[in-house]
């Protein structure tokens, strides 16, 4: 079995709680409130900009040229794709890309890409790729199971959303990676790939609980 499919089934109860969140279901029947997408949104930016570090840290740790250039595809596709559509959003809520680039990241936000940065800066290639899988892997599954659902692409604000990760383009961004994750597992010990099956967990609960937070438009307890 592939260790990407173990890690699948692993996780699979994290992630259909992540798919039956009200977040991700406002979105497919365009009920939710537009101030928590906009909560949301601002803190997706934020994430996304540490989030791309790890495809720079990523090309460090390459083995290979060809890998590297990979890297530097998804760094880009982040920076200038997926970010572009939170740049769009932004100006339908008057948020200028200053405004968003100084936001305060909430506590959620800053733990989930720390321990990603963490996990990217002193582990391995394989710990890397495993730590930022969960977020591109479960986005694509549910933009594709979003995208099912009668009208919701053709939604007048949700579309766009929907739309962009159940793309081919994102798809194949998260194939990549999937596969490059399958080549370096390949031939580790069992205690490494129990230590991958953690991070993975780690990521995957990350998800549900940044669902959580835009629900929730959780931010520090206090204003000082
Ligand atoms: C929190 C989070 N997870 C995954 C993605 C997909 O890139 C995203 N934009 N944000």
Same mark, same amino acid.
């Given at each position: 079995?592939? $260790? ?29 409130? =537009? *101030?928590? $997408? ?5 803190? *997706? ?14 090309? +460090? ?5 060809? /890998?590297?250039?990979? $890297? ?18 932004? =100006?339908? $809520? ?14 959620? /936000? ?18 890397? +790729? ?7 892997? !479960? ?37 990549? /990676? ?24 780690? /990521? !995957? ?20």
């Amino acid at each position: 079995m592939k $260790f990407s499919k173990r890690l699948y089934q692993k996780v699979k109860p994290v992630w259909e709680k992540n798919h039956r969140h009200p977040f991700v279901q406002g979105i497919g029947d365009g009920s939710l409130e =537009k *101030d928590k $997408f906009r909560f949301y949104m601002i803190q *997706d930016y934020l994430y996304l900009i540490d989030y791309a570090k790890l495809f720079a840290l990523g090309a +460090v740790k390459a083995h290979d040229v060809a /890998t590297m250039g990979r $890297f530097a595809r998804l760094l880009d596709a982040t920076l200038n794709m997926e970010m572009s559509l939170h740049r769009q959003y932004a =100006k339908k $809520f008057g948020i200028s890309e200053q405004e968003l680039e100084q936001a305060q990241p909430a506590p959620t /936000t800053l733990a989930y890409t720390h321990y990603m940065l963490h996990v990217a800066q002193n582990g391995t290639l394989a710990e890397l +790729v495993t730590s930022l899988l969960p977020c591109m892997w !479960s986005y694509h599954e549910i933009g594709q199971a979003l995208n099912q659902i009668p009208g919701a692409s053709e939604h007048e604000f949700y579309g766009d959303w929907i739309k962009m990760y159940a793309s081919e383009e994102f798809g194949e961004l998260a194939q990549w /990676t999937i596969d490059l994750l399958d080549e370096e597992a390949e031939g580790k010990p069992e205690r490494e790939l129990e230590r991958l099956e953690e991070i993975f967990l780690n /990521t !995957s609960r990350f998800e549900y609980l940044f669902w959580e937070m835009a629900y929730h438009k959780e931010m520090w307890p206090t204003d000082d």
